[in-house]
């Protein structure tokens, strides 16, 4: 396939040969008819004085020998039966019968007559003009002729003088046109090689042309559209990104939803399996473990709940009731209800005052939980409950939590790696980010590693 400069250049030498032929052959037939017409008005003109001077009793051979002396112009005198009189070019014995010439009939028809044929006699191609006259009841006919091989060679050498200055004409805009179609090769050369680069997903984001308006209109827009490639192909790694993170996240929930499941059944399973084999099983023993039955059964229950909690609360599907509230008994309910999980921990409640907020009172009750529960699993010391106006901390003097992973514990399914999932689906700080969010609160996390942390919940103004 040829390359556009070639195809360019090849188009305009035809194009302009074609426009070369046509304008030489358009200027050939116009000169020419142009050239006729002026000597019809020649031989119309020496055609009259002939007639003069014929008038005047100028002997024939006389007149005829003094116009072809004078103008180059071929005169013959011939009688109404066609025979030469007179001629000014050859010799009136050796003529043949004029009677019959075209332009004789049509002088004899209409007065006068008019013929380009070529002529036996001279040889040549003569325009003739024939006219008829009355000479005292005599009928003669006057016809001058004028060859017409000057105009071919004034033709051909006006032709030649076009055709030297086309071809310099040629010459010289073949060379612009050349440079012109090299400059548009090397520019869709380079549009070729953005695109190939582009196709093939290179760092090739921009493309820049100023040779002319269309060029600069393509490449900017070639730069754009890559530019929005780029842009989608991010917004497509990032999505494969969060789709495999989801998709780990989602193998480390089941995974961790089938152990903490697993522990509970496993417990319920054990000791009601040994209280239906062992029917004269000790009262007290039995009791026992008839109340390990119903803690690891409100433990699988706590772990639903939870799970439902969170899933109504990432589709926006948790009904709110919002309500004034005394934010200390709901502490007090939620320290309550842990201390019957953890009856060894102590847990203290600090505040001065009783401070009342607009809140759902169901969800913060469980945001205060889950904050207690969190310090409970990394602190074997004392949990404190701050209380003021301003806030509710959660304080403990646990392990603490490294400064990279503070801001990521929030982050659903999220737990520091060196730590087990002890018992955690690593929800609960997520469900605590999620409510406070809805209450137009805010969770501040400050810790230490080895001196401990605390999780305040930030009251809105």
């Known amino acids: 396939m040829k390359r556009l400069p070639n195809i360019i250049l090849t188009k305009f030498i ?11 052959t358009v200027s050939y037939y116009y000169l020419k008819n142009n050239y006729i017409a002026q000597s019809k008005e ?11 001077e014929i008038k005047h009793k100028l002997p024939f051979n006389e007149l005829a020998s003094k116009i072809k002396q004078s103008a180059d112009i071929r005169l013959t005198v011939i009688d109404s039966s066609g025979k030469v009189l007179a001629d000014s070019d050859a ?3 050796e003529m043949d019968n004029h009677k019959f010439r075209d332009e004789i009939i049509e002088a004899k028809n209409y007065g006068s007559g008019y013929k380009i044929r070529h002529s036996k006699t001279l040889n040549k191609e003569l325009l003739y003009l024939a006219k008829k006259i009355d000479i005292n009841g005599k009928i003669l006919y006057v016809r001058v002729a004028k060859p017409l091989s000057n105009i071919n060679k004034s033709l051909f050498k006006f032709l030649s003088e076009i055709g030297i200055i086309f071809l310099i004409f040629l010459i010289v805009v073949s060379y612009v046109v050349y440079k012109i179609s090299n400059n548009i090769g090397t520019e869709t050369d380079k549009i070729l090689n953005f695109l190939e680069e582009l196709v093939k997903q290179k760092n090739s ?17 070639l730069s754009k559209t890559s530019k929005e490639l780029k842009k989608r192909d991010k917004k497509k790694s990032k999505y494969t990104a969060k789709l495999k993170l989801a998709n780990r996240q989602k193998d480390e929930i089941i995974s961790a939803i089938s152990h903490e499941f697993k522990n509970p059944i496993s417990v319920i399973n ?17 009791d026992r473990f008839l109340e390990k039955i119903y803690s690891n059964t409100n433990k699988l229950n706590d772990l639903i709940d939870r799970l439902r909690l969170f899933t109504k609360l990432e589709d926006y599907k948790q009904p709110l009731r919002f309500s004034n509230e005394v934010i200390n008994d709901i502490a007090k309910e939620a320290i ?16 001065d005052e009783n401070i009342v907020k607009e809140v759902d009172r169901e ?3 469980i945001t205060i939980k889950n904050l207690i529960e969190n310090a409970i699993k990394y602190s074997e010391d004392e949990i404190e409950v701050h209380l003021n106006s301003n806030s509710l901390c959660v304080v403990d003097k646990g392990i603490g939590i490294p400064q990279k992973d503070i801001e990521k514990i929030t982050k659903k399914f999220y737990r520091v790696s060196k730590h087990s999932w002890n018992n955690s689906l690593g929800i609960g700080l997520s469900i605590v980010k999620r409510v406070l969010k809805l209450h137009n609160f805010s969770l501040d996390i400050k810790s230490k590693e080895f001196e401990g942390s605390s999780f305040c919940v930030i009251f809105s103004d």
């Open 270 to 286: 054990g000791y009601a399996q040994t209280l239906t084999e062992d029917k004269d099983i000790n009262p007290k023993i039995r």
């Open 336 to 351: 309550d209800d842990i201390k019957y999980t953890y009856p060894n921990r102590e847990i203290k409640l600090l505040s």
């Open 91 to 93: 010799n009136v014995s």
């Open 14 to 24: 035809s194009l302009s040969l074609i426009a070369f032929i046509i304008v030489v």
């Open 205 to 221: 984001s921009t493309i820049e042309s100023d040779y002319s308006y269309e060029f600069y209109k393509i490449t900017k827009l």
């Open 42 to 52: 020649e031989l119309n003109k020496f055609s009259n004085i002939t007639i003069y």
């Open 363 to 365: 969800l913060f009750l």
